[in-house]
C-alpha cells in the first residue's frame, strides 16, 4: 500500500518568516495530494490539494508544488502568522481499486510561529 | 452547509467494555470514511464506506470493530472488547463522490480507554 512521509516532525519560525515542509510518497499511482491544518483539539480542515496533473497550485500565502518523478511535494507558506501555528498533514490518495479516494496521512508537523 | 456530526466527544471505558461511536455525514456525501488517530500521527483510515457498502477495511480489526453505515446516511463504529492501545481519537469524514476529493472532517471522539 502507499507510504507517506513527513519532515521535518517540528518546525519553528519567526513571524513573517517562511515555511515548508516535504512529503515523499511510495506509489507511483497517487494523484490526488491534499494538506490539512489540525489546530489542537479540533478537527482537520483542507487548507489546498493539488491533482497530479499540476505541477504548482498557489492561494494567497499558501502555495503546493509536486514532483511526480521524485514522488515529493511540498507546502510553502508566506508571510507566517502566528494563527498559522497548528498541525500539518500531507496526504496521497490512491488512484484505483481499493485505493480509489483512500487518503495515506504524513504523520504531521507541527508548526510554531513565534509574533 | 452543516458539518459532519458526531457523538459522543469524550468517551472513557475500562479494558474489556464495549463502546460505539456515531456520525452523520454532511447531507448529500456519498463516501464515508472512520480513520483512527492516536496521538502524534496522523489518520489512519479504518474503513471506506460508499453509500452503504464497504469499500475498504483492510485496516480495521475486524476481530473487535465492526461498523455499519445504515441506509447510506448515518453510520456507527463499535469495538468490543476495548484494549489500551485503542485509546485515540477517532474522526469521521465524508465526501461527495468515490473518488480522490476534498474529505470534510467531523470534531471527532475522544476515546480513552483504561
Known amino acids: 500500500g502507499e507510504n507517506v512521509e513527513q519532515h521535518p516532525s517540528t518546525l519553528s519560525v519567526q513571524e513573517g518568516d517562511s515555511a515548508v515542509i516535504k512529503c515523499t510518497y511510495s506509489?507511483?499511482?497517487?494523484?490526488?495530494f491534499p494538506w490539512y491544518k489540525q489546530e489542537l483539539g479540533k478537527r482537520p480542515q483542507l487548507i489546498i490539494d493539488i491533482r497530479s496533473n499540476v505541477g504548482e497550485k498557489k492561494d494567497q500565502r499558501i502555495a503546493v508544488t509536486l514532483n511526480k518523478t521524485a514522488k515529493h511535494f511540498s507546502l510553502h507558506i508566506t508571510e507566517t502568522q502566528p494563527e498559522d501555528s497548528a498541525v500539518y498533514f500531507c496526504?496521497?490518495?490512491?488512484?484505483?481499486?481499493?485505493?480509489?479516494?483512500?487518503?495515506?496521512f504524513g504523520q504531521g508537523t507541527i508548526l510554531t510561529v513565534h509574533p | 452547509e452543516a458539518g459532519v456530526a458526531q457523538s459522543p466527544r469524550y468517551k472513557i471505558i475500562e479494558k474489556r467494555q464495549s463502546v460505539a461511536f456515531w456520525c452523520n455525514p454532511i447531507?448529500?456525501?456519498?463516501?464515508l470514511y472512520w480513520y483512527q488517530q492516536i496521538l502524534g500521527q496522523g489518520p489512519k483510515l479504518l474503513i471506506q464506506?460508499?453509500?452503504?457498502?464497504?469499500?475498504?477495511d483492510s485496516q480495521l480489526p475486524k476481530d473487535r470493530f465492526s461498523a455499519e453505515r445504515l441506509k447510506g446516511v448515518d453510520s456507527t463504529l463499535k469495538i468490543q472488547p476495548a484494549k489500551l492501545e485503542d485509546s485515540a481519537v477517532y474522526l469521521c469524514?465524508?465526501?461527495?463522490?468515490?473518488?480522490?476529493?476534498?474529505?470534510?472532517f467531523g470534531p471527532g471522539t475522544r476515546l480513552t480507554v483504561l
Open positions: 496526504a496521497a490518495s490512491g488512484a484505483g481499486g481499493t485505493s480509489y479516494g483512500k487518503l495515506t
Open positions: 464506506f460508499q453509500n452503504n457498502g464497504v469499500v475498504d
Open positions: 447531507s448529500g456525501h456519498a463516501t
Open positions: 506509489d507511483s499511482a497517487s494523484n490526488y
Open positions: 469524514a465524508s465526501s461527495r463522490g468515490s473518488g480522490p476529493n476534498e474529505q470534510f
